[in-house]
């Protein structure tokens, strides 16, 4: 009887502070959008991740994205992580696959809990644990470098990396990493090429490898580096031999994100928040352009 009785009161007070925590999250995004919807300000996180949610459970969104009809009006003020989540999510199914997630971008509740993940054999891979775990969603944790995945080959039916290849090599204290790393600011560190041949090895033949990344000029903003034309390249003479690829690139302007050209996104800047290098009057929360490429191997 006692059990029961604590284990009433411990429900009832998770109850509680979900309630409270939503009518946080609620105040705080009405306050971003009464105060001209500036990136990171307070709020901005919280509407984010309610425009991510409701982006990748819109099917008629993502048809759009995967049929590349142009978009009106989306993501305005937000970061590129509104139209890369769409993206990979337009190129799955809802077949049970066995999926990597090369760089942890899957590892929160709303990604996990999507209809087209929670039935599939997840495993996420990152340096070091984080504080969100799903363990008892059966969600394998594997920490390590990307550079040398503890996988045996064609292991993976999908591989995602998501915006993380930019990292490799560059200076990860503010994850709380104590790594080595590349600390020349005006040269290209090429190890990022080590991560996406291993991601090769362990996908499957005719597996799918969904990879995105900031593109435009070179640029080194110390915690990650903005790849350029030779850099893509680089990565393209990889599947040389190996299979099939498209790359897609978005772009940012003054109304949100839409479908962009290469030639258009070329010389695109990025706007480092930490620094407030490359900030310019149309708002851009951080990258200007991504390249968001599918491989499918054999």
Not at 21 to 27: A, D, E, M
Not at 46 to 68: T, V
Not at 186 to 209: N, Q, T
């Amino acid at each position: 009887m006692i059990k029961k009785i604590i284990k009433y009161f411990i429900k009832k007070n998770k109850e509680k502070n979900l309630e409270k925590s939503r009518l946080t999250r609620l105040i705080e995004r009405e306050e971003y959008f009464k105060n001209g919807c500036i990136p990171w300000s307070k709020g901005y996180h919280q509407h984010k991740e309610e425009f991510i949610i409701k982006s990748i459970n819109n099917k008629q969104l993502l048809d759009e994205i995967n049929s590349k009809i142009s978009l009106n009006n989306y993501g305005y003020r937000l970061d590129e992580r509104v139209i890369e989540y769409p993206w990979i999510f337009s190129k799955l199914n809802k077949d049970n696959l066995k999926i990597l997630d090369a760089g942890s971008t899957f590892n929160f509740d709303f990604i996990v809990n999507h209809s087209n993940i929670k039935n599939k054999d997840l495993t996420i891979s990152t340096f070091a644990p984080e504080s969100n775990n799903f363990c008892d969603k059966k969600i394998s944790y594997v920490y390590g470098d990307l550079r040398t995945l503890p996988f045996k080959n064609e292991l993976f039916d999908i591989v995602v990396s998501q915006s993380t290849i930019e990292h490799i090599d560059m200076d990860n204290s503010m994850y709380g990493y104590d790594l080595s790393f590349n600390k020349d600011s005006m040269s290209k560190s090429y190890e990022y090429i080590l991560a996406v041949e291993e991601m090769i090895r362990v996908l499957k033949s005719k597996g799918k490898l969904l990879l995105t990344f900031p593109y435009g000029k070179f640029e080194n903003h110390k915690f990650f580096q903005q790849f350029d034309n030779e850099m893509l390249d680089k990565i393209l003479n990889l599947f040389n031999g190996l299979g099939s690829y498209e790359v897609t690139f978005f772009q940012y302007k003054n109304d949100g994100w839409n479908f962009a050209n290469k030639g258009d996104v070329d010389n695109e800047e990025s706007y480092n928040p930490h620094t407030g290098i490359g900030k310019k009057n149309d708002f851009a929360a951080h990258s200007r352009a991504v390249a968001c490429l599918e491989f499918k191997k054999g």
